[in-house]
């Protein structure tokens, strides 16, 4: 269910990356193409189109990605931890006084 969850994510995304750059600030994009006066879904109708097609979207990524947190699959009973985990739990304590030696080491060398 997750990885179904998460393809309609990025299904979401894909489309919402469209419609924006579809979009013009200006009031043109998509929209400056149909400027004649007979059509049937003139410049405004395409814009409002365009602007509710982008809030759609935009509350479905919000909403696949809130449900999307409830499918995270979770680590189960018997399974192998992390090495990150493993290599804290192992590593020697930083705050331990080091053990230096008491006396100094006799030069054993012949001259």
Request: with cysteine; net charge negative; proline share 5%.
């Amino acid at each position: 269910m997750y990885t179904l969850v998460t393809v309609l994510i990025f299904i979401v995304c894909i489309l919402l990356v469209l419609i924006v750059l579809v979009q013009n600030s200006k009031g043109g994009g998509l929209a400056s193409n149909f400027q004649s006066t007979g059509q049937i879904m003139g410049v405004r109708k395409t814009a409002d189109f365009l602007e509710k097609a982008t809030w759609g979207l935009a509350g479905a990524l919000l909403f696949l990605s809130v449900v999307g947190t409830a499918f995270i699959p979770h680590g189960e009973a018997g399974v192998e931890e992390s090495r990150v985990r493993q290599q804290i739990e192992t590593a020697p304590d930083q705050n331990q006084i080091p053990n230096f030696p008491t006396t100094a080491p006799t030069d054993t060398t012949v001259q």
